[in-house]
């Protein structure tokens, strides 16, 4: 059975820095990418960027291109976003996603900006 | 950037009634555009991919059409556990994109 599950709930300050995790099992972790899916709060899905862990070939959409970091440890079939310094309008839930079409989703991580 | 308009925004319909929204790309995309269900507090799941297929398990009365900028999601006799917000989504250019959300309401 595939599945993607996603790091806890974080509560952060502004300006704290941030890595949410996304491990996949049930599938090859090389052979598919992972995406990651923001939605704000009453709003509707963000694609923010995603990685195919075989070789690491990251694309972002320029919305967060330079706002956040992809990256994938293939070992532990585990995809991360990160940021260097939170802003409170990072506060959303991020989804991790499969493949192009996003045939699975994970869970959702929670994330909460707030001084 | 590919942008992808949904209509209508929200939709307030009776059980048994036949649904269709519409998702009009910017671009031609092929048929590289998906349909997504997401009910409260869930994690949106696939419905349909590329633009016609459907996916293992959803129910039948689920159809997609289109290709090139118009696409359709059609619900045949609408039930009520249907009662959701519905997104497109493309996969034919980076960055990828979504549709700004269809709710459905079931009166």
């Known amino acids: 059975e595939v599945q993607l599950v996603q790091s806890g709930a974080e509560v952060k300050k502004p300006g704290e820095s941030l890595k949410i995790s996304c491990k996949g099992s049930g599938y090859s972790f090389t052979s598919y990418w992972v995406g990651w899916v923001r939605q704000m709060p009453g709003k509707g899905l963000e694609w923010m960027g995603i990685?195919?862990?075989?070789?690491?070939?990251?694309r972002y959409s320029p919305s967060f291109q330079g706002q956040v970091t992809i990256s994938a440890d293939k070992s532990i079939s585990t995809a991360y976003l990160q940021w260097s310094s939170l802003r409170a309008s990072d506060s959303a839930m991020y989804y991790c996603v499969r493949n192009l079409n996003l045939d699975y989703w994970g869970q959702g991580t929670l994330v909460t900006v707030s001084s | 950037e590919i942008v992808l308009t949904q209509s209508p925004d929200f939709q307030s319909v009776t059980p048994k009634e036949k649904v269709t929204i519409t998702c009009r790309a910017s671009q031609n995309i092929d048929t590289m555009l998906h349909w997504f269900q997401q009910k409260p507090d869930q994690s949106p799941k696939l419905f349909i991919k590329y633009a016609s297929q459907s996916i293992s398990g959803v129910p039948s009365r689920f159809s997609g059409n289109g290709s090139g900028t118009d696409f359709t999601l059609t619900i045949n006799s609408l039930e009520a556990e249907d009662a959701a917000v519905y997104y497109c989504h493309q996969s034919n250019d980076f960055p990828y994109t979504f549709g700004q959300g269809t709710k459905l309401e079931i009166k």
């Open positions: 990685i195919y862990p075989g070789d690491s070939d990251t």
